[in-house]
């Protein structure tokens, strides 16, 4: 362990105490975020276990190096056992934290480049096995580090490094990635990302001028909560679009259901009805009012809506359809669940969309749509159909025709609800929109 400086060993208690005290103080800290992340972050569930994972990890290498010195300044009450236990311990969930941060990380990147898969964080694991490995023999070989029977782990030679060579690689991979992508980050994931590279740095830097200090993993550790200080900061950022696009999804929403052809055309439908039946453009000028004020209400809803409120709304828009389309139109359902909320206008929009689009206007055959709900595996799903023309899914990824009304209910089933909504279409075999919230 090398010669004591004058005054070392009254001093070196006392930093080994406070770094004690303020790697269990980050544990803490950790168990903390670990409940906040798993108990709070619904809007992207395949993050927060990643990043759970990450912050369980860096508790127990604090945990475990915290363990390590107290054993080491106290050897001859604990033992050789829980010395040679701990410390191996710190240095393997020291490479662990690697390849999780590179997940996490991945994910993130994944989320904002819209499904580019980087599949860098498979090296990392590469790297982490092949560390947990080399830690593994040392346990039986000592090449890395050995236990004296005084307590003291001792450095061997040339191969000492190989702890620090490995965590510094996994960052360096992590941030050569990061730089890659970096328009993808926020400011403050940024910064976390610079300072994930340089602290542990910092602390390989330190322990080789003075041995008897290793900070490597503390820094490491401090780094990881940067990380979640900043998946914090980019859950606010997302509370924020949230917010901003529901409003102006609000605006986009009725500006498409109150189409000028469709006013028109109701009123024409209402004035027809006037001079051949009173008593159904009565009716009719009915449900055209609870199309109105549907819509309305609509801009003072911030949140998805229950999903009978949904299809009343969806009632009412088809039976005005109806009396336009007559028998060339049939509409059924099958709805077996209520219990769910789904984004306003979902439904209608759909449906809009079959009439407008999808129907084999001017055949025989009379267009079928058909709205079924029902629960199962844990989520709600709610399923429109057509016997209609079809179309190339394809065209979703475009902003024209019917894809822009369509797009706009993916991203808002998604955002206000936390769900899915898939098509399944073929030019000539109709279409089948499903929607799936969970529970």
Known sequence: ??????????????????????????????????????????????????????????????????????????????????????????????????????????????????????????????????????????????????????????????FHRIPSVIIMIGLFMTISVTIVYVKYLLNVEKVAMISFLLLPLIGVVISSIFPEMSYTKLLAVVSTIILFVSYEVSFVQYLIDKEKQIA???????????????????????????????????????EFSKVLRGTTDYLTESDCISVEKELELVRNYIKIQKRRFGDGLIVEYDIQDTDFDIPPFSVQTIVENALRYGLKNGEEQAGVIRISTNRANGSHFLVISDNGVGFDTEILKEQKGNSVGLKNTIDRVAVMCGGTLSVESEKGSGTKVTIQIPM
């Open 1 to 158: 362990m090398g010669t004591p400086l004058a005054g070392e060993k009254e001093t070196m208690p006392v930093i080994q105490s406070v770094h004690i005290a303020i790697e269990m103080w980050g544990a803490l800290f950790c168990l903390v975020a670990m409940l906040v992340v798993i108990l709070t972050r619904q809007f992207d569930r395949a993050g927060a276990v990643r990043m759970f994972l990450v912050m369980f990890c860096s508790t127990a290498l604090m945990v475990c190096d915290a363990i390590s010195r107290i054993v080491r300044s106290r050897y001859m009450e604990f033992g050789y056992t829980s010395l040679r236990t701990s410390y191996f311990y710190s240095l393997f969930f020291g490479f662990l934290l690697m390849p999780l941060i590179a997940e996490y990380v991945s994910h993130v990147l994944y989320k904002r480049t819209g499904g580019y898969r980087i599949y860098w964080n498979r090296v990392e694991w590469l790297i982490f096995f092949l560390g947990a490995g080399l830690l593994f023999v040392n346990e039986y070989v000592p090449y890395i580090y050995s236990i004296s029977p005084h307590g003291d782990v001792d450095p061997m030679p040339v």
């Open 248 to 286: 102006e999804d609000k605006l986009r929403v009725v500006n498409i259901q109150m189409q000028p052809h469709f006013i028109f055309n109701t009123l024409a439908l209402i004035r027809h009805l006037c001079k051949r039946s009173p008593d159904e453009a009565i009716e009719a000028i009915n």
